[in-house]
């Protein structure tokens, strides 16, 4: 069932200086590393070092296989839907049809700790590029620095959760490099250290599938390529390309035996990047395609982060707010009459209302009975006012006392998302979800869980209990919510989740984050029959977040990945000089359907570009965006240039292979 599996190398008990030069080194200790792993030796055809820990995974002890027992099971796996789709692009040798064959398996190593004679055993002061994706951060830190004192010139991707300690270690890093290793050039240097999260790589596909249309945007040097999902006409008809046609959706929907969407479903699954031939024969299909390319405007305003300078409505609420308004409007209308019936000024008359009111005035004996009666009235405004004046006080105290305290969804709360997990994935997502303008309610059952602090400064309610248990999803409004995101690190719990959230809204939008790809094949096909008018997705967060680290292995730049289904398109920056593929190529010549389209042109001159294109331009008139969308199909691409690509992992990986990565026996 998982497929046949490479054969694993003799462990010895002395450490062994590793056999490879130039190879691909990665350490982690859980899914995103065996994924990594298998990208680059399935993918791009890399000799690969995979350091993993001994033992069993101690977050996940239900799965009965150790850490090196599911990486070789997943590698082989991978090698099988690689094998039976055709493989890459490039030849593997005469006479071969195994794209795989001959080649290295993947050296799989076991240790506790990326310590110093660990990187001596896997090559790491031979090797090109070493990816350190431990989930702990100070983890990934302590062996970046290590790995950089071993090999100056090594290519380091390393995994942070914190954006800010990121930008300061890949500076930091990036100066070791430069000071190590004087010769390196600027492209080199700009590449030697990159900093990635997996959270902040699959957050924007994953709250994508909480909005209506699924529409995905990537940005450019200030522009934003937007890619949405259309519907199939009716009528047998295509629909509308765009400006291109990005992708074909699966053509079995409704069919319970039919594709599931990913790299195994055949012709009747998702197509990426198709010609108009393959475009025009889709009839009944749903596209992806290329809807508007717009200038980015300035990044709004963040939400708030901290209670300070909260409204008043976070500390009164709307009935007393009112109740003091009635008060307010009863004074006034006094100090009017006093004024009209006693012919006094109209100060001096609010004066002598106020003292009536806090009962500090005379009392109006042998004065006029309109005086007299306007006293009387302004006793009973007091009176009025000194319940209104303690309720206030109460709650005061009490939203201060509460400010630290989580919400509870409003009553009346309709359109909103469910978010179940508060977990690193989660934490991304919330955040996002809340900079698009969506309502949120949170169910998590840890207290002290990640994300507890930004929903709380985010004033996002959040429900604390199991979501197992009987309740709790009604107590987050699900009856009225317009999808689920399950982002839980369990797929059972996900799982469980979807199935009573559908039982109670059957076309409830519901999103799963499942580990396993058989399992997570069966789901999807069971709740799509089952629903068939409900949008069902499933999605992997190493499976997302995987190719942008295996690129930046490769020492170049991914823009962004946008899921089609459960396979990934990508978005990079790429020169065109040394890459036969497009050098002295037509646009139109340069398309290869289902691997790779040329979509810009970046017209700036290399002296004066900058190295990271997935940054906000700076604002300047004199320095417009240098990027053509609109180019012309018979201009002829030229060394010197560099465009941005749309790519299927394996067309990417075509483009990117390094000669004499593969290594036959």
């Known amino acids: 069932m998982l497929g046949p599996v490479p054969p694993l190398p003799q462990q010895s008990h002395q450490p062994q200086r590793s056999p490879f030069s130039g190879h691909m080194v990665v350490c982690g200790d859980d899914a995103l590393a065996q994924r990594l792993a298998g990208e680059l030796r399935y993918v791009y055809g890399e000799r690969v070092t995979l350091v993993l820990p001994p033992g069993r995974d101690e977050h996940r002890p239900e799965l009965p296989l150790t850490g090196r027992g599911r990486a070789a099971a997943l590698f082989g796996r991978m090698s099988q ?69 071993l090999n100056p010139r090594l290519r380091l991707v390393i995994r942070l959760y914190n954006r800010k300690l990121g930008q300061y270690l890949e500076t930091l890093l990036d100066q070791a490099a430069a000071v190590a290793a004087p010769g390196l050039d600027r492209a080199a240097l700009d590449t030697s250290t990159t900093v990635l999260s997996d959270a902040d790589t699959a957050a924007p596909a994953l709250a994508a599938t909480a909005l209506t249309g699924s529409s995905k945007v990537i940005q450019a040097e200030g522009l934003l390529l937007r890619a949405a999902e259309r519907t199939p006409p009716q009528g047998g008809r295509t629909a509308d390309p765009g400006l291109c046609t990005l992708a074909l959706l699966s053509s079995t929907t409704h069919d319970p035996a039919g594709t599931e969407g990913s790299d195994s479903s055949g012709d009747e699954g998702p197509q990426l990047l198709p010609d108009e031939r393959q475009v025009a ?74 003292l009536d009111l806090f009962a500090m005035g005379d009392p109006a004996i042998g004065d006029p009975t309109a005086r007299q009666l306007i006293q009387l009235l302004s006793g009973v405004a007091g009176l009025m006012l000194l319940p209104l004046l303690v309720a206030g006080v109460l709650e005061a105290f009490g939203s201060l006392r509460t400010a630290s305290s989580l919400r509870r969804p409003p009553r009346g709360l309709s359109g909103h998302v469910v978010l179940l997990g508060l977990g690193k994935i989660g934490t991304r997502v919330l955040v996002r979800l809340r900079e698009l303008g969506i309502p949120v309610v ?51 719990t996900n799982l469980e989740a979807a199935l009573y959230a559908r039982s109670v809204k059957p076309d409830l939008r519901v999103t799963l984050r499942l580990f396993d790809d058989e399992f997570a094949t069966a789901v999807y096909r069971t709740l799509r029959t089952a629903h068939p008018q409900a949008l069902t997705r499933s999605r992997s967060v190493s499976h997302l977040a995987a190719p942008s680290f295996a690129v930046a292995m490769m020492g170049r730049q991914i823009l962004g990945a946008i899921p089609v289904e459960r396979k990934v398109m990508l978005f990079a ?25 040329v979509l810009a042109l970046d017209a700036t001159p290399p002296e004066d570009r900058r190295p990271d294109l997935a940054m906000p331009a700076p604002a300047s008139p004199d320095r417009p965006s240098g990027l053509v969308w609109d180019l012309h199909p018979g201009y002829v691409l030229r060394p010197e240039d560099r465009v941005v690509i749309a790519a299927t992992r394996r067309g990417l990986a075509e483009l990117l292979r390094r000669r004499g990565s593969l290594t036959h026996r």
């Open 81 to 149: 839907a690689m094998n039976r789709n055709g493989g890459t692009s490039w030849p593997a040798g005469p006479g071969s049809g195994d794209t795989n064959a001959g080649v290295e398996a993947v050296r799989i190593l076991e240790a506790a700790e990326p310590s110093d004679e660990v990187f001596e055993e896997a090559g790491v002061a031979q090797a090109a590029a070493l990816a350190l994706v431990y989930d702990d951060d100070e983890r990934n830190i302590r062996a970046a620095l290590a790995a950089r004192r």
């Open 281 to 354: 024969a889709a009839t009944g299909r749903g596209t992806v395609v290329l809807e508007a390319v717009s200038q980015a405007g300035p990044a709004g305003p963040s939400p708030r982060m901290s209670g300070r300078g909260a409204p008043l409505s976070q500390f009164f609420s709307r009935r007393l707010r009112w109740s003091a308004l009635g008060v307010g409007l009863a004074v006034l209308g006094l100090a009017v009459a006093s004024t009209l019936t006693t012919g006094d000024d109209p100060l001096h008359a609010a004066y002598l209302t106020l």
């Open 442 to 492: 949170c169910v998590e059952d840890d207290p002290d869980a990640r994300g507890i602090p930004v929903a709380r400064r985010l004033h996002v309610p959040v429900v604390l209990g199991d979501v197992t248990q009987e309740g709790v999803l009604e107590a987050a409004k699900i009856q009225r919510a317009r999808a689920l995101l399950a982002l839980t690190s369990v797929d059972t």
């Open 573 to 597: 920056a790429i020169e065109v000089a040394g890459h036969r593929q497009l050098e002295g190529r037509t646009v139109e010549q340069a398309f290869r359907a289902g691997s790779w389209r």
